[in-house]
């Protein structure tokens, strides 16, 4: 070794390895382990859309009672300590790590569908910026579990109560709702929170801090319906970024209409508004939507012929917000 060299130690680092479908290991590696700079380049690989990211990684976990093991493009984030940065070409968002189950079963982590519109034609009066794209996924919770949400539901009819917009507008929105039902309410944040690094992912959306997650239920029965509006516009909402709507009712389905539409943008006087060029979402039983909160975006009319409230178009609807 010359005078201008000097020795290296080696020093521990604690890796939290960040998997899609939410699922994340920690484990001790020491800074000069190839496994660690396998681990690295995986992530330098996708962030630059290198091909043919497909190594197989196998980590021991549990003293080496046990291994984890992964596809590399499975491969979604690294927290490390102490911190190690990586060259990169252009700056990147970093991954923000959320605090979720350590496993999310397989049936509701499907792949993120068929719902993002491929291909969009060209819409002359709206930059391609501005044209709404939305995620939706079938089967999100067990056949289970929906049987479960739709007993809970029809039991708790008497505590529903009518709906209201922030400008208390007459005849604006009709619906029923109940704002707390907790035995429900935090299985569906953990799945949201589970899939949205994913959902983000397929529709190019930069990733963020996660903020409050909000959720409510809601009943919409014969001649229900919300005009057009975001979910974003006023002081109290505008940490709003993502919402999403997740559709359940009794089978066979009892009524019709009640589609969600999502209009593209455009910018007026600084402010975005509706166009006139829209995406049309049907209210499959047992999906989730997810869209931009900022979306000017409306509920059409529901025909429940019977009337009754077990026939009703059900959702559980809400908003992530950004971190302060």
Known sequence: MNSTQQQI????????????????CTVTLKSDTPLLH??????????????????????????GRSALCFPG?????????PPIYLQQQQPLQPAIPLE???????????EIPSEIPPEIPAIPQVRDDLVSRYAQIDNFLTAAEKNKLIKYVLAKESVFVPTSTSTNAD????????????????LMLNRIKAILPDVLRKLNIPVFEIGEIESQLTMHNHNNFYKLHNDSGSPDTASR????????NREPKAFTGGELVIYDSKIENNF??????????????????????????????????????ADSRFTINGWVRRSN
Do not use: W
């Not at 979720?100 to 499907?110: C, K, L, R």
């Not at 005849?171 to 935090?186: A, G, K, N, Q, T």
């Open 38 to 63: 396998s681990l690295v380049k995986t992530l330098v690989d996708r962030t630059h859309q290198t091909p043919g990211f497909s190594s197989l990684f196998q980590i021991p976990i549990d003293e």
């Open 241 to 248: 970024f993502f919402t999403y709507v997740y559709y359940f």
């Open 100 to 110: 979720i189950p350590a496993e999310v079963p397989p049936e509701v982590s499907p």
């Open 272 to 309: 975005y508004v509706a166009a006139d060029t829209f995406r049309t979402v049907e209210p499959r039983n047992n999906s989730i939507v997810f869209f931009l909160s900022r979306y000017m975006h409306e509920v059409l009319p529901v025909s429940c012929p019977s009337k009754a409230f």
């Open 73 to 81: 493009e499975h491969l979604v984030g690294l927290v490390t300590e």
């Open 171 to 186: 005849d604006y929105r009709r619906s029923m709702v109940l704002h707390s039902f907790p035995e429900f309410s935090e």
């Open 9 to 24: 130690t080696p020093q521990d680092v604690r890796v939290k390895i960040l998997l899609t479908g939410g699922h994340q």
